[in-house]
């Protein structure tokens, strides 16, 4: 069999977090009664004039400057002519051209192995959503146009792509959708359909320069499905090539439950659109000046903020990781650092204690952190952590008891300061009282001192053990290991 070289060419729709349509005053919300927040503008009826969303506008401006792009200063939007049942209008308003569209040439990079991979940005663009096809529980289907009009934001990966393999596909997914959500344009909910990926996918023979015909898959709605559905186009189109086939273009859906593909249409050209400039719509025009004032006012991006975890709290990976991929999260930590808190303790007691009793209880980090009423918000903020933190580098209480006073704090609210004051708790560093207790579990237990001294010395631990038992886990724990070596020698 030849070896095949695949290739993927990335399509991200993402729905703005506007408060009204791209066109119309109709507000933008998730689900709801069918065909309630539509007007005579969204629906196309004759004699009504769009007037397009200024925010929306913005957040596909200030997604292309984080995504690198260059700026097409002078942009027009176009009719993008097709007939389909979701489509009230019989057309859809878009931007056509290679640098019309408010954003074009850009890049982003991905972690790819040990280093990073950059992806080409052939444009960004807005356009307005088509309705949502429904099957009728009493039979025949329906069309809901609440969806209709939202402000829409398409990012398309350069070409000839750069992504080659389903996990790079996978992985560009994610940081996208991070960049989106650190800019606050779109919620990244992939389940609600608010960010919708469409990969395009080819295989060619290693020993043939000319892309093979592509296909475009559907109906993903998690980063899992686009690495398998990545995963098994490729396999199929290898497959009927193998065959003696021919790769059709087309539109192909996906099947979650089976894991397949399965043909929706043949895949239609640019030709078929019959793109032309909409003569409802004025030219937009920035100016530098305005570009400079929304590039002035991005926020630091979850890759440079996971660089900079690194280099400068030195961090490992993973926990660096950990805390970016939540902006709130990310928020909660620098708060921290702020205060005085040492970084890589926060971080810890972050993204172990902390997360497992947000976890456990459905509580959130913060206020901003909420996006419904169902989640209540944690008492625990970052002077409680550091507050913790502080008290246990002095050597105030042990990490044993910071671990109980903790889950105290999680559920009172209280400072650990004031819980280990009210306790009584504080660690016990008298080198002649933990003599004492060390002392009396050696009497206590000749057998295990006889083990120790035959060679068996990992029994040493049940010996600390015995003593911080003894100390209700208030005794320095080093003292107790060093004070133990010294009397059993």
Same mark, same amino acid.
């Given at each position: 069999?030849?070896?095949?070289?695949?290739?993927?060419?990335?399509?991200?729709?993402?729905?703005?977090?506007?408060?009204?349509?791209?066109?119309?005053?109709?507000?933008?919300?998730?689900?709801?009664?069918?065909?309630?927040?539509?007007?005579?503008?969204?629906?196309?009826?004759?004699?009504?004039?769009?007037?397009?969303?200024?925010?929306?506008?913005?957040?596909?401006?200030?997604?292309?400057?984080?995504?690198?792009?260059?700026?097409?200063?002078?942009?027009?939007?176009?009719?993008?002519?097709?007939?389909?049942?979701?489509?009230?209008? %019989?057309?859809?308003?878009?931007?056509?051209?290679?640098?019309?569209?408010?954003?074009?040439?850009?890049?982003?990079?991905?972690?790819?192995?040990?280093?990073?991979?950059?992806?080409?940005?052939?444009?960004?663009?807005?356009?307005?959503?088509?309705?949502?096809?429904?099957?009728?529980?009493?039979?025949?289907?329906?069309?809901?146009?609440?969806?209709?009009?939202?402000?829409?934001?398409?990012?398309?990966?350069?070409?000839?792509?750069?992504?080659?393999?389903?996990?790079?596909?996978?992985?560009?997914?994610?940081?996208?959708?991070?960049?989106?959500?650190?800019?606050?344009?779109?919620?990244?909910?992939?389940?609600?359909?608010?960010?919708?990926?469409?990969?395009?996918?080819?295989?060619?023979?290693?020993?043939?320069?000319?892309?093979?015909?592509?296909?475009?898959?559907?109906?993903?709605?998690?980063?899992?499905?686009?690495?398998?559905?990545?995963?098994?186009?490729?396999?199929?189109?290898?497959?009927?090539?193998?065959?003696?086939?021919?790769?059709?273009?087309?539109?192909?859906?996906?099947?979650?439950?089976?894991?397949?593909?399965?043909?929706?249409?043949?895949?239609?050209?640019?030709?078929?659109?019959?793109?032309?400039?909409?003569?409802?719509?004025?030219?937009?025009?920035?100016?530098?000046?305005?570009?400079? %004032?929304?590039?002035?006012?991005?926020?630091?991006?979850?890759?440079?903020?996971?660089?900079?975890?690194?280099?400068?709290?030195?961090?490992?990976?993973?926990?660096?990781?950990?805390?970016?991929?939540?902006?709130?999260?990310?928020?909660?930590?620098?708060?921290?650092?702020?205060?005085?808190?040492?970084?890589?303790?926060?971080?810890?007691?972050?993204?172990?204690?902390?997360?497992?009793?947000?976890?456990?209880? %459905?509580?959130?980090?913060?206020?901003?952190?909420?996006?419904?009423?169902?989640?209540?918000?944690?008492?625990?903020?970052?002077?409680?952590?550091?507050?913790?933190?502080?008290?246990?580098?002095?050597?105030?209480?042990?990490?044993?008891?910071?671990?109980?006073?903790?889950?105290?704090?999680?559920?009172?609210?209280?400072?650990?300061?004031?819980?280990?004051?009210?306790?009584?708790?504080?660690?016990?560093?008298?080198?002649?009282?933990?003599?004492?207790?060390?002392?009396?579990?050696?009497?206590?237990?000749?057998?295990?001192?006889?083990?120790?001294?035959?060679?068996?010395?990992?029994?040493?631990?049940?010996?600390?053990?015995?003593?911080?038992?003894?100390?209700?886990?208030?005794?320095?724990?080093?003292?107790?290991?060093?004070?133990?070596?010294?009397?059993?020698?």
């Amino acid at each position: 069999m030849a070896n095949y070289i695949p290739s993927v060419g990335m399509e991200v729709h993402a729905e703005l977090l506007t408060h009204s349509k791209m066109f119309c005053r109709c507000p933008v919300a998730f689900g709801g009664e069918p065909n309630t927040r539509v007007c005579p503008v969204c629906m196309g009826l004759p004699g009504t004039l769009p007037v397009p969303n200024r925010s929306a506008i913005e957040m596909a401006l200030r997604t292309s400057l984080a995504l690198n792009c260059k700026i097409a200063y002078e942009s027009v939007f176009h009719r993008k002519n097709y007939f389909y049942p979701d489509l009230p209008k %019989g057309y859809q308003v878009s931007q056509y051209g290679e640098t019309n569209p408010l954003g074009y040439h850009g890049w982003v990079e991905i972690p790819s192995g040990d280093g990073y991979q950059r992806v080409s940005i052939r444009r960004v663009h807005l356009e307005e959503d088509t309705g949502k096809l429904m099957h009728l529980p009493s039979g025949g289907s329906g069309v809901d146009y609440n969806r209709a009009g939202v402000p829409l934001m398409e990012i398309v990966t350069g070409f000839p792509p750069d992504i080659s393999t389903p996990d790079e596909s996978k992985e560009y997914l994610y940081q996208l959708r991070l960049i989106l959500l650190y800019l606050e344009v779109c919620d990244g909910k992939l389940e609600h359909g608010s960010m919708r990926c469409e990969p395009n996918i080819s295989v060619r023979p290693d020993d043939q320069s000319e892309l093979g015909t592509k296909t475009e898959l559907k109906n993903l709605n998690s980063f899992r499905s686009v690495q398998l559905g990545v995963q098994f186009e490729v396999r199929r189109q290898v497959a009927v090539l193998e065959g003696g086939g021919r790769v059709a273009q087309e539109t192909r859906g996906w099947n979650d439950t089976s894991e397949t593909s399965f043909l929706m249409r043949t895949k239609e050209t640019e030709q078929d659109y019959r793109y032309f400039a909409c003569p409802d719509l004025i030219p937009m025009h920035f100016t530098e000046e305005y570009i400079e %004032g929304l590039r002035a006012e991005l926020p630091e991006l979850p890759l440079a903020k996971l660089r900079r975890y690194r280099d400068d709290y030195l961090l490992g990976e993973k926990d660096a990781r950990r805390l970016v991929e939540d902006r709130h999260w990310a928020e909660f930590f620098e708060e921290g650092i702020k205060l005085g808190g040492d970084p890589k303790l926060v971080c810890n007691w972050m993204i172990s204690d902390f997360a497992r009793l947000l976890n456990e209880t %459905g509580q959130v980090i913060s206020e901003r952190a909420k996006d419904d009423d169902a989640h209540d918000v944690s008492k625990v903020t970052p002077a409680h952590i550091v507050d913790l933190v502080n008290l246990v580098s002095k050597g105030t209480i042990s990490g044993k008891t910071a671990k109980d006073i903790f889950d105290e704090m999680f559920k009172s609210g209280d400072f650990a300061s004031s819980l280990v004051e009210k306790k009584g708790a504080t660690q016990i560093s008298d080198s002649d009282q933990i003599l004492a207790w060390v002392r009396e579990a050696l009497a206590k237990n000749p057998d295990v001192v006889g083990k120790y001294k035959s060679g068996q010395t990992n029994v040493i631990g049940f010996l600390v053990g015995q003593v911080m038992k003894s100390s209700q886990g208030r005794a320095n724990a080093p003292m107790v290991q060093d004070l133990v070596k010294k009397e059993l020698e």
